[in-house]
Structure formats: structure tokens, C-alpha cells
């Protein structure tokens, strides 16, 4: 017994003791992981947000090059350029609630499997130079140049950017850009982790040039197809819907795209609405108008807890629909 005695006071700890500074260094060791952990967390949601400022920044610069273009003309040449005319489709035009196929031709065959009710933007105008991709001096929303054309080939060869949201290979949303090349269409994704994309076309129905309502790409399509055609064939038709046209009244172009970040980083509750056009539009038309208003709390566990913002803006058309050869 005095050597077992001599043995524990040699060691210095009795049980007691031993327990209490592993208690101790148990809840060290607990709170020392929990702030890495928070720290960690805080690390990642702000770079998810540095990441998210500048894809939102990007998406918005890139669609308002393309909106900015719709409708140019090149009159910066030696000979007459081609120009607008009535005949000639509307320089904007869109879809609500799809998606797209990029080896397909233009809007062709859209798909009604939208990702959050994502919308369809697409932009017309002419290029400026010879040869495939022309001078560079005019770009698709891909940023390859668009070369100039003829007048009789003018429906034909415009150029074309086209906006819409698509999942990855790995699942992740995506703004794409459809874009028509020498022998066939593609289309290039140009911004990762958009959950959502919103347009309202603002039209002019007075001729005073300012937008007088916001309407959705059904609606407009919806006034086309109540316009009163005279034309004896389709093609006299075509021509005479393509002068006539509500597409052609648009003047400017309000959108908002929900973008997310690439890891779950959040550690509140993730239970926010998001609205992309404005909460006022949201509470008016979020029932008919899918999309415009996300809640966090109906998506998929897997990506609840990621960082989310809104990027929204309205963009006037600088040029005239009707042309410059009115």
C-alpha cells in the first residue's frame, strides 16, 4: 500500500483531478472547433459573396451590351448598309417560363421545364464588317463578331444573341448564351449559379417613345394574336404581323436574376423570399408569374443553406425599332 501511495503522489493527480482537466480540456478543445468552424463558415460566405457580386455584375453588363445593340445599324461604311424595315421581325422578343435547346435554331421547339420559371430573352441587329466574325467592332453575347449583310438577306443573317438559364453537367444552373454560327447554332454558358432570370418588356402604346405598362412575353404574344391580318397568304401575313407587331412597341426592358453561391455556408435560417422584379409586382402577379418571387424554404435541402442575391435593373433601347429608314 505505501508503494502504490508513493506512486500516486509521484504522479500528482488523483482521479478527481484527472476527470476535471479532461472535462476542461474537452469543452477547450469544443469551443476551439466550434469558432473554427465559424470562422470557416464566415470565410467561405463571403467569398461565396465576392463570387456572386461579380457574376451578377458580369450577367447584367453582358445582357445590357446585347439589349443596348438591339436594332443597330451600321451606317459607318461606303455604301448603304442594310437597315430596318417593316418587313423584318422585331429586334426583341422572348419567351416566359422556358428554356432552350442550343443546337436548335432561335426560339425553335422551347422547353417547357424551366428552371424556377426562368424567362427567354432574345436580341436582333445587323453586324458591321466582311468575312465570318466581320470587323469585331459589333459581338454576339458569346463575343464573337457579327459580320454586316444585305438587305435581301437581312431576316436571314442578322445577328442573334439569346439568354436563357440551363443546368450543367453537374446540376447547377446556368445563364447560357445562344448565339447563331457559320454552319449552325451553340450557345455558351456566361454566368454559373442564376436560379432565376425575369423579364418585363416595357411597352410604348401612345408613340411617345416612354414604356406606358411592363408586360410580360405572353402578353405581348397574346395582343399579336388578337392583331386583325388582311393578307390573302402566309407569307403576306407574316410580312404584315411582322409591321404590325406589339414586340416592335417595346421600348425598354426591366429584369432580375436571382443568383446563388457554390457552397453551404449560411448558418441562419434559410427562410427569406426573394423578389426579382420588386416586392410590389411579386404580391400582384407571383401566382401567374413563376419566378419573379423565390422562397428559400420550398428548395431542395442540398442547396437551401446557400448565400443568395438579387440583381435587377431596367435598360431603355437606344435604338429605334422602326429604324433609321423611317
Known amino acids: ?9 509521484y504522479a500528482g493527480f488523483s482521479i478527481v483531478e484527472l476527470m476535471i482537466s479532461m472535462a476542461v480540456g474537452l469543452l477547450i478543445s469544443l469551443a476551439s472547433i466550434s469558432l473554427l468552424l465559424s470562422s470557416k463558415n464566415a470565410y467561405t460566405a463571403q467569398d461565396d459573396y465576392v463570387e456572386i457580386q461579380q457574376t451578377g455584375r458580369y450577367a447584367l453588363e453582358a445582357i445590357t451590351r446585347a439589349i443596348h445593340q438591339a436594332g443597330y445599324e451600321n451606317w459607318d461604311q461606303e455604301d448603304a448598309p442594310a437597315v430596318t424595315d417593316k418587313s423584318l421581325s422585331a429586334n426583341i422578343s422572348g419567351l416566359d417560363a422556358r428554356s432552350l435547346k442550343s443546337a436548335l435554331p432561335a426560339l425553335e421547339s422551347p422547353i417547357t421545364a424551366a ?4 424567362d427567354v430573352l432574345a436580341v436582333r441587329y445587323f453586324g458591321s464588317g466582311s468575312g465570318s466574325n466581320g470587323d469585331g467592332t459589333i459581338i454576339n453575347c458569346a463575343g464573337f463578331g457579327v459580320a454586316a449583310t444585305t438587305q435581301d438577306a437581312a431576316e436571314e443573317e442578322r445577328g442573334w444573341s439569346i439568354f436563357y438559364v440551363a443546368n450543367d453537367s453537374v446540376g447547377e444552373p446556368e445563364l447560357r448564351c445562344k448565339y447563331k454560327r457559320k454552319n449552325g447554332w451553340s450557345s455558351e454558358a456566361i454566368a454559373r449559379g442564376v436560379e432565376s432570370f425575369q423579364i418585363l418588356y416595357g411597352v410604348d402604346t401612345d408613340g411617345d417613345g416612354l414604356a406606358n405598362q411592363f408586360l410580360r412575353a405572353v402578353d405581348i404574344t397574346a395582343l ?15 410580312s404584315e404581323k411582322n409591321a404590325k407587331t406589339y414586340w416592335k412597341k417595346v421600348v425598354a426592358i426591366k429584369m432580375g436574376l436571382l443568383i446563388r453561391g457554390w457552397q453551404s455556408s449560411r448558418v441562419d435560417d434559410p427562410t427569406h423570399f426573394h423578389d426579382l422584379l420588386g416586392q410590389a409586382y411579386s404580391d400582384a402577379y407571383a401566382a401567374m408569374d413563376s419566378g419573379v418571387r423565390i422562397y428559400e424554404g420550398t428548395l431542395p435541402n442540398k442547396i437551401r443553406s446557400r448565400v ?10 437606344r435604338n429605334q425599332e422602326a429604324g433609321a429608314a423611317t
Open 115 to 118: 428552371i424556377n420559371g426562368s
Open 308 to 317: 443568395r442575391k438579387v440583381f435587377s435593373t431596367t435598360i431603355r433601347l
Open 1 to 9: 500500500m505505501r508503494d502504490s501511495h508513493a506512486i500516486t503522489e
Open 224 to 238: 399579336d394574336d388578337a392583331l386583325m391580318l388582311s393578307g390573302s397568304t402566309k407569307a403576306a401575313r407574316i
